[in-house]
């Protein structure tokens, strides 16, 4: 019987299953809830020190929906955590208080200011939290205040934040990585350099719903107007899986024994295989949990160990990784595709030689291709 129990960094997590950072880790009230519906780990709503600094708009989300009528891809131009950092310090504490059966992972982001980052990461190892997991990635809010992405884009910076944090944590911590990067395993090596126990792939890509063709003014419409926001779901999840390949790769390589947490569009225990296969030793839902509410967890559970089986795995991971093997250069790929060709055409010429003519049996048989054969055929009785 397989199982879905795992260790990462520590942390001994009933599943690989962990709620990504956003609306599904907002207060302490959706936290217990998730780890009732038997979630291996919550990472809460990102935090930061004065939460007066940040003001939501609404509407703050717009959707992409498939001709079914189902949603495949999510805008969202929501801040982080705008509830006071004193109410999350209580909520911290209660929730560990209360011996939930998961990991509880906080979200943290500050300035470019040592201080505050230390002082975020020592009052929530205080209030207890297991873990951490540092906003590099936030793509559209707060770059006037260099946060977010706008921080996660410069490696050097990622790397003196990632040593400031890892000078004043004692838990493991990951650091999110942007997406709206071109090598993303840039930023993911600084962070490791700079000491993060892991890497967590992908926050969401920059992007623009729509422009309603009524008004002409593009979505989600506040006021009249807009700012370009994060795109997440089902859409997203190719893009996902090829950074998460990618950082898999490096962390291979370079940094063994480093753990990566992908997300981006994982709906189902099929799409959570993929990202493990592609090197994820845990996988997070946000969007997901959003559309289907928390119990997707028990679906998602029963169709990673419906995998596991049928591939006779016992644990994740007996697969983690196995498929970064088949990632190769284009050029290899015509190179294999070619020696492939070549032998068979060389297999089925000597088959061909190899293939005793019929015995003629009487004139009529003769044919001028095979004339030589023929002849020899019929030489040897
Ligand atoms: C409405 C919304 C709010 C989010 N807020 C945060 C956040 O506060 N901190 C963070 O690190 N990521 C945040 N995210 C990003 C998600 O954690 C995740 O990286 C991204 O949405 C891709 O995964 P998914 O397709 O499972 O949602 C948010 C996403 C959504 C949709």
């Not at 962990?18 to 935090?47: D, H, M, Q």
């Not at 799409?271 to 679906?299: N, R, S």
């Not at 697969?319 to 190769?328: A, H, N, Q, V």
């Not at 190179?335 to 055409?345: M, N, P």
């Amino acid at each position: 019987m397989p199982t879905l129990a795992t260790v990462v960094d520590g942390l001994k997590l009933p599943n690989p299953f962990v709620i990504g950072s956003g609306p599904p880790g907002t207060n302490l009230s959706v936290i217990n809830r998730a780890f009732r519906e038997g979630w291996g780990a919550v990472i809460a709503k990102t935090v930061s020190l004065d939460a007066s600094k940040i003001t939501n708009v609404s509407p703050r989300y717009a959707k992409l929906h498939a001709e079914s009528g189902e949603v495949i891809g999510w805008e969202n131009i929501e801040l982080i955590s705008d509830r006071p950092f004193k109410l999350w310090e209580d909520e911290f504490k209660k929730c560990k208080d209360a011996q939930p059966p998961g990991a509880l992972i906080a979200s943290i982001m500050e300035e470019y200011n040592k201080d505050a980052w230390i002082e975020l990461v020592q009052r929530c190892e205080a209030a207890g939290v297991d873990a951490f997991e540092l906003n590099f990635s936030c793509p559209h809010g707060l770059p006037e205040r260099k946060m977010g992405a706008a921080m996660g884009q410069n490696p050097e910076i990622l790397e003196e934040v990632c040593g400031w944090v890892k000078s004043a944590a004692t838990k493991p911590f990951w650091a999110k990585m942007t997406p709206n990067i071109t090598h993303i395993e840039e930023p993911g090596r600084a962070a490791l350099r700079g000491g993060a126990t892991g890497l967590a792939a992908i926050n969401t890509i920059r992007s623009v719903m729509s422009v309603n063709l009524d008004t002409l003014r593009p979505e989600p419409n506040v006021e009249g107007y807009t700012t370009p926001g994060g795109y997440s779901s089902k859409a997203v999840k190719p893009i996902a899986l090829r950074m998460v390949m990618e950082l898999a790769t490096m962390i291979r390589k370079e940094f063994p024994g480093r753990s990566l947490s992908g997300l981006g569009g994982i709906e189902t225990g099929e799409d959570a295989a993929q990202f493990i296969l592609l090197g994820a030793d845990t996988v997070q839902v946000c969007t997901g949990v959003m559309k289907f509410g928390y119990e997707c967890v028990k679906p998602m559970q029963e169709q990673l160990l419906a995998f596991m089986e049928k591939h006779k795995f016992e644990t994740l991971a007996d697969f983690k990784g196995r498929s970064l093997d088949y990632f190769t250069t284009h050029a290899d790929l015509v190179k294999r595709q070619t020696d492939r060709k070549a032998a068979q055409k060389a297999a089925a010429a000597a088959a061909a030689t190899a293939t005793p003519s019929k015995v003629v049996k009487n004139d009529a048989e003769w044919t001028g291709d095979d004339f030589v054969k023929q002849s020899d055929a019929l030489s040897k009785g």
